[in-house]
């Protein structure tokens, strides 16, 4: 179902994203891999991409960067949105506001703003993608700032579920995801799948959505039951 079909996807060069990538190329897609050093990766991305595809650096903050990536992107089938803000675990009375307010800026507003001019180029019988986390749902010390962005996302994507119909609208939401520290892998040995997710598994969640046709407004858990414990 994915035979054809172009797919923008941000923060495509590595992790979740680059091997949403690659299995959507397997599947016959053309895909526009998007992150800030794509363009410098091309040889890297040629050996793992099949068929179709292409790669451009780009700056999800930054508003005349999306003008031009969608300029050149042209007519979007799926969008999908991976990009992880940089921002350092802290107990919140000492959490750095600036660091907060751009890590806001890169997973929250930015695909905020992204979707928003996204939709003149978006094929309304398509989706769109986005990425929350465990920290949305299961509080853990430290990552505040992560677990507002996260239950932010997942509001999103009900409300544009809704407002963007029949447009569909999911997001993913990974649990951990190798690599860790060893002592992250000695707690996920306490989660029913008793270890952490690969990349590769965590992509067909992603996959899956964007090819069910009935699929809207849905949060799609990856976290080997972690959240249960």
């Avoid at 800030?36 to 990766?41: G, T």
């Avoid at 091309?42 to 292409?54: F, I, N, P, S, T």
């Avoid at 309304?124 to 509080?139: N, V």
Wanted: charged letters at 20%.
């Amino acid at each position: 179902m994915l035979e054809k079909k172009k797919i923008l996807i941000i923060g495509g060069s590595s992790g979740i994203g680059l091997a949403v990538a690659k299995q959507a190329s397997r599947l016959g897609a053309q895909v526009v891999v998007v992150s800030r050093q794509a363009a410098a990766q091309k040889q890297r991305l040629a050996d793992v991409l099949q068929g179709a595809w292409e790669a451009h650096s780009f700056d999800i903050t930054s508003v005349d960067d999306q003008a031009r990536l969608l300029a050149a992107a042209g007519r979007i089938d799926h969008l999908v949105i991976t990009v992880r803000p940089d921002i350092k675990p802290a107990p919140f009375p000492v959490t750095d506001i600036d660091e907060a307010r751009r890590a806001f800026d890169t997973k929250f507003w930015g695909q905020y703003r992204l979707i928003q001019a996204a939709q003149p180029f978006m094929d309304r019988c398509g989706s769109i993608t986005l990425t929350s986390g465990i920290a949305g749902e299961k509080i853990y010390k430290g990552v505040a700032t992560m677990a507002i962005i996260n239950s932010a996302t997942e509001t999103l994507c009900r409300a544009l579920a809704v407002e963007l119909a029949p447009l569909r609208v999911n997001t993913v939401s990974p649990g951990f995801v190798e690599p860790k520290p060893r002592e992250m892998q000695d707690y996920a040995g306490q989660f029913p799948m008793q270890r952490l997710a690969s990349v590769d598994e965590v992509a067909m969640a992603y996959i899956s959505l964007m090819t069910n046709p009935y699929a809207t407004g849905t949060v799609l858990v990856i976290d080997g039951g972690a959240r249960l414990i």
